[in-house]
């Protein structure tokens, strides 16, 4: 690596500053990863609280409960967006912005602040300057919305054929704000009576698969199923 501020002279001496303590498990996991601005650390805990820590001495800056115990939120991460000072979080119906600052609901976007509102596959949300673009479980679906107003501007469903029930979102959505390009991959499609695929049948199109699609309309550029 061309870094120089950590090399084999000095890791030795690395020793821990703090440490914060997310509590009993609560029958969870946490597969969201930390998000990092300006001096503050943002992650969630087992109990669905928003944590903000100042990464200096790990004193907690603000704490949010936004859901109840037995939902989930922020299953796979959350977004930060620099224009409008806030945090976007996936929940268990739609995608709410909290501000930066305190945690508070920022009102001054989308609708009272919340973008959409069916089940989220609680996927981290793309934030552009006008633009939020999320997924639902429901249809396998993506959607775009207004940024100012929560206005749903297009949907595009990957369910493709009548023995497929849908891919499953898991991981993640990428933008490239240059062509205007959503990248979304899939995982496996939903079975008959799970989500496993093991009673699928067909060709499961857009299942297992790398897709990108126009930011400006939703439809399917390309796409590539492994």
């Known amino acids: 690596s061309s870094l120089e501020q950590i090399n084999i002279n000095n890791v030795k001496k690395i020793n821990k500053i703090w440490n914060y303590s997310l509590g009993e498990t609560n029958g969870k996991n946490i597969e969201a990863s930390p998000v990092f601005y300006n001096g503050v650390l943002y992650f969630i805990d087992f109990y669905n609280n ?13 704490k949010k ?3 109840a115990d037995n939902l989930f939120i922020a299953r796979r991460g959350i977004t930060i967006d620099k224009l409008s000072k806030s945090l976007f979080v996936p929940m268990e ?9 305190n945690g508070e609901i920022n009102k001054d976007i989308g ?6 509102n069916s089940d989220s596959s609680l996927i981290s949300p793309i934030v552009t300057k006008d633009y939020v673009f999320l997924s639902e479980k429901k249809n396998s679906t993506i959607l775009k919305f207004e940024k100012k107003n929560g206005k ?15 891919a499953l979102l898991w991981s993640g959505i990428s933008y490239d704000d240059l062509n205007n390009l959503l990248f979304i991959v899939t995982g496996n499609s939903k079975g008959n009576s799970n989500h496993l695929g093991t ?7 857009y299942a297992n698969s790398l897709l990108a699609l126009d930011g400006e309309n939703g439809k399917i550029k390309w796409y590539f199923q492994d």
């Open 111 to 116: 609708k009272e602040g919340f973008f959409g």
């Open 50 to 62: 928003i944590i903000a820590l100042n990464i200096e001495d790990g004193s907690l800056k603000w």
């Open 152 to 166: 749903k501007v297009w949907e595009r469903s990957l369910l493709k054929n009548k023995n497929f029930k849908g």
């Open 65 to 67: 409960k936004i859901s």
């Open 93 to 101: 119906k739609g995608v709410v912005a909290l501000r930066l600052l």
């Open 199 to 205: 009673t699928r049948e067909g060709d499961n199109l």
